[in-house]
């Protein structure tokens, strides 16, 4: 039987890569799909969900000719990230849930 990861995870190792990856200079969309494990079409809905909740932002940026997306958390969102850890904790302490 297929166990699915709870969105609070999901939410959470997305805010995870996107910290990260942002410590580095910046997280692309494909940086989220590889760290996260998610489909692309996945990806996108938890992103547009974090971007309209304040926790994270999209910044446009040259890379060579073409134009990349970056995205970073927001002040919000580095408060969301560390309420999530906690909650993950307190939650999973098994790894029942484990990815």
């Known amino acids: 039987m ?15 890569c996107i910290a990260v990856n942002q410590s580095r200079g910046r997280a692309l969309k494909t940086h989220i799909i590889q760290c996260a494990n998610l489909k692309a079409t996945s990806a996108e809905r938890y992103i547009e969900m974090l971007k ?13 000719e073409r134009v990349v997306i970056a995205y970073e958390l927001t002040a919000l969102g580095v408060e969301r990230y560390n309420w999530f850890k906690t909650i993950n904790t307190e939650l ?8």
Request: hydrophobic fraction near 40%; charge should be positive.
């Open 2 to 16: 297929a166990r699915y990861r709870p969105a609070i995870k999901i939410v959470l190792k997305i805010l995870e």
């Open 52 to 64: 309209d909740a304040g926790y994270i932002s999209e910044k446009k940026e040259s890379w060579g």
């Open 92 to 99: 999973f302490k098994s790894n029942d849930w484990a990815y």
